[in-house]
């Protein structure tokens, strides 16, 4: 019978599990200001994504040794490295010093994380019973952690994001009121990584819509980082609300395809953007939720109904999606660095046309290039906002409207820039999340009596 | 429809149907303006609302760029400064005096096309051809760029009259007021 103390126990390990990896994506958002502050260089920033997603991906599995010796202990060590780590991020004074507590930061996040799923798999009696438990809060986590972000670090400043996790101390209390039954071991068999690699190709494509799709609306079209949280935040809203279709979606294998496909669909509808509006992201971004409230379920229980002796497949699936976080940056961020320096150049051709074919005074459009000119250079390599340039210069009388129509359509030129910039790594993430279609298929292909089938039908959690 | 193709189906005809969607609404050409071809020519009508002289500089920077190989636009945000135009001139593999060459060759052309037109009288076409051939390039087309609202001989040789270093062979020296002025009616 499920008391309230488990329920708490239940949700307290949830929420361990939702807090560590949307810590995975959750300073997204807060990059730029990270750069200004320390001065840093794109690259080195971006290891603080990065960093955080390898060791936890590399750190994780081998916790679970841990886990199942000593999952209470490990479960608040794991907590207070973590909370420890992320003050440390807070209070680092360099780049270098934020990348190394983002990687202790995620070595107690491993360790908890592992912790954390072992006793969720003890209350249910079975990894695969427990797994909707922490999969949905881990889903939930990685997809709101930008929105999260952009939200602390516009309302109070990036450094509240590590701040505001301390009171994940609360928890470690709870840690020793849990008496766990022994761990069920896990089926034997042979090894079979298909849902993983799944898994990590789903996840290096969703790394497009996560973090392509801040990066845009904020640095490409300048919504403020709270306009791009909320509009982000469809993604996890349309994960959630697309939940009971996973169980209309016919067998589990289909459901899996169906997803993998609304996935690899939505990221290339970013791709083919028509326009620089944050609404013309929400219908792709809606197909990306359904279609990760369809896959992922089914692809974690696939791999955890496949043989596992030692109880690692869980903490398996976990390595996997971040592993595939890592190869989605590591893809994604040459290109789309790339792919800005050739846009600007195309937007500063565009502009400079229009600023020649401009039916006003040549000296106005003499001081308006000059004033054009420092913005371009002091945006160092990003696209520049230009309506303080023409607030610089004030148009002669009778020219206000073609004055008005010229910074109309410099905007409009910057804009097509930025977008277009976007839409190969779009296409790009687009096409790893495709490329996840070929395990799921495979998957399907053998689905008759596979033990990983059944393993995906919904099914009650034990209390 | 069986069971196990269908939910596979309907996601495969929503991601068709966004995809197509935002195509069809402009989405694969949604990117900043082609440059046109330098080597191309210009609509007339455009270059006529222009003023005369302004109207010869943008001629003048087609030609130019069509000489280099070039838009433009490249080559306007070249000639902006000196450094510009050694960063330019790098790029490419020329020196500084092969783009000072096409500048001139460019200018040239757009004077003989403007003569022929009519848009610019005997006088005027005998000092461009001496800014075309003697004058630092960068200055004179800033000269011409800036003549819009004075569309006269007497603007021209204003402007040209700012070109301290501007040394015009058999014309004069045009330290300080340019000597240009003697020449006028």
Known sequence: ?463 | MGERSRAPLIALAASLGLIAAYVGFGGGSYTPAATADPCQTRDLALLEERGVFEGIALSALDGAACELHVSREELAIALADPGATDEFAAAHDIDSEAVDDAVRAGLERAVDDAAAAGRIDGLEEAILRQVARYAPVGPAIDALRSLSDDDSVQGLIRELGDLTDLRIPGIGDAGGLPPLEQLLP
């Open chain 1, 1 to 463: 019978m499920e008391t309230r103390q488990t329920r708490a126990t239940e949700l307290s390990l949830a929420l361990t599990v939702g807090v560590v990896l949307a810590d995975s994506s959750i300073v997204t958002l807060a990059l730029p200001s990270v750069l200004r502050e320390y001065d840093a260089t794109v690259f080195g920033v971006s290891w603080v994504l990065t960093a955080f997603n390898v060791a936890l991906a590399a750190l994780i599995v081998p916790a679970v040794r841990v886990a199942r010796t000593r999952p209470r202990s490990g479960w608040s060590v794991g907590l207070a490295v973590f909370v420890a780590a992320s003050i440390a991020c807070a209070a680092s004074e360099s780049a270098a010093a934020l990348v190394g507590a983002r990687v202790v930061q995620a070595a107690g996040g491993a360790l908890a994380v592992a912790c954390a799923i072992e006793l969720l798999a003890r209350l249910h009696g079975t990894h695969q019973a427990a797994a909707p438990v922490w999969g949905g809060a881990g889903t939930i986590g990685i997809a709101i952690g930008p929105a999260v972000g952009g939200l602390l670090t516009q309302l109070l400043e990036w450094q509240s994001i590590f701040l505001l996790q301390i009171p994940l101390l609360l928890l470690i209390p709870v840690a020793t009121a849990i008496r766990p039954s022994p761990a069920e071991p896990g089926p034997g068999g042979l090894p079979d990584l298909r849902p993983e690699v799944g898994l990590g190709l789903l996840s290096a494509g969703l790394t497009g819509a996560l973090f392509l799709l801040v990066i845009l609306l904020t640095e490409g079209w300048g919504l403020s980082p709270i306009a791009a949280a909320a509009t982000v935040s469809a993604i996890p809203l349309a994960a959630l609300a697309a939940r009971w279709l996973a169980r209309r979606a016919g067998p589990p294998a289909s459901a899996a395809l169906a997803g993998g496909i609304a996935v690899a669909g939505g990221l290339a509808a970013l791709g083919v953007l028509p326009g620089a509006s944050w609404a013309l992201t929400l219908q792709p971004q809606v197909l990306v939720g359904i279609g990760l409230a369809l896959a992922l379920p089914v692809l974690t229980l696939a791999a955890l109904g496949g043989r596992d002796p030692e109880g690692s497949r869980a903490a398996a699936t976990i390595a996997a999606r971040h592993t595939g976080i890592v190869v989605g940056l590591l893809v994604l961020a040459p290109l789309l660095s790339a792919q800005l320096t050739a846009k600007q150049e195309a937007a500063t051709d565009a502009a400079t046309a229009a600023l020649l074919d401009a039916p006003l005074p040549a000296d106005t459009k003499v001081s308006l290039a000059a004033a054009l000119g420092s913005r371009i250079e002091s945006a160092d390599g990003r696209l520049p906002a230009i309506a303080p340039a023409f607030d610089e210069v004030t148009p002669a009388p009778g020219d206000e409207a073609a004055y008005a129509q010229l910074e109309s359509d410099i905007e409009d030129q910057l804009a097509r820039a930025a977008t277009s910039a976007f839409s190969l790594p779009f296409l790009a993430a687009a096409l790893l999340a495709a490329l996840a279609l070929i395990p799921i298929a495979r998957l399907g292909a053998r689905a008759g009596g596979a033990p990983w089938v059944s393993a995906a039908t919904p099914e009650a959690p034990r209390g």
